[in-house]
């Protein structure tokens, strides 16, 4: 069965500093991974996703992850932070039978001046 | 750009009443889905819809849940006698094909407060 663990419910950084949300996951198939983004009363919009191509990914708002096999990781990071980036993160994989998504806990993440 | 929207953005019920939660997925889309957040937790998949009927579904998904595509643009949950546990964030969410190569697209959410 195809699972995922986010590490820290909370991250806060301070603006132009890196930022760093842990994923890792656990799946019995080759995975597919994503990062959704939730801004306030918002819907979930896609970052980017993994789907065994290469294992450096790059999304939207200059945020990217690195596919580690050999750590089952999937770690979200963008090099310098903005303020238009604080929001809830998910990591999620997808089921076995594609049909699914299968979500993080989330990390909601600060951006302080 | 084409959006997945959902009505109503928030509805409160009354504990033992039915609600119809409404999604209107994109139209080229073939395959839709609900999730539910509840308040503080993850995002949970309930139920996937191809072709008419259901593909898959989670044992959150019992019998008080159905879902109905009744008009080809529309798409529906329906929670028969609503508890207060179903009190939740409801996602629909809709793709072009099987999820992985093709993105699922949510909505922005039904805020569902049973009292």
């Known amino acids: 069965a195809q699972s995922v663990t986010q590490l820290g419910s909370h991250v806060s950084v301070s603006e132009g500093a890196l930022v760093l949300l842990r994923c890792n996951y656990s799946s019995s198939v080759p995975p597919y991974l994503f990062w959704y983004v939730q801004y306030p009363n918002q819907g979930l919009q896609l970052l980017l996703k993994?789907?065994?191509?290469?294992?450096l990914v790059k999304g939207i708002n200059g945020f990217e992850a690195e596919f580690k096999k050999s750590e089952t990781s999937f770690h979200l990071t963008k090099p310098s932070a903005h303020m238009s980036d604080a929001a809830e993160y998910f990591c999620?994989?997808?089921?076995?039978?594609?049909?699914?998504?299968?979500f993080g806990a989330g990390t909601r993440l600060a951006v302080h001046p | 750009e084409p959006e997945v929207t959902q009505t109503p953005s928030h509805q409160v019920t009354q504990m033992g009443q039915e609600v119809i939660l409404r999604c209107v997925p994109i139209?080229?889309?073939?395959?839709f889905y609900w999730y539910r957040q509840i308040l503080g937790q993850k995002v949970e998949f309930l139920v996937s819809f191809y072709n008419n009927e259901i593909s898959e579904k989670s044992e959150i998904f019992d019998d008080q849940f159905s879902v109905e595509r009744p008009d080809g643009s529309n798409f529906t949950l329906k929670i028969r006698s609503t508890k207060l546990e179903d009190s939740a964030m409801y996602f629909c969410?809709?793709?072009?094909?099987?999820?992985?190569?093709?993105?699922?697209?949510f909505g922005p959410g039904t805020r569902l407060t049973v009292l």
């Open positions: 999620a994989v997808l089921s076995g039978g594609y049909n699914k998504l299968i």
């Open positions: 993994y789907t065994s191509a290469a294992t």
């Open positions: 139209s080229n889309h073939l395959y």
């Open positions: 969410a809709s793709s072009v094909g099987l999820a992985g190569e093709n993105e699922q697209f």
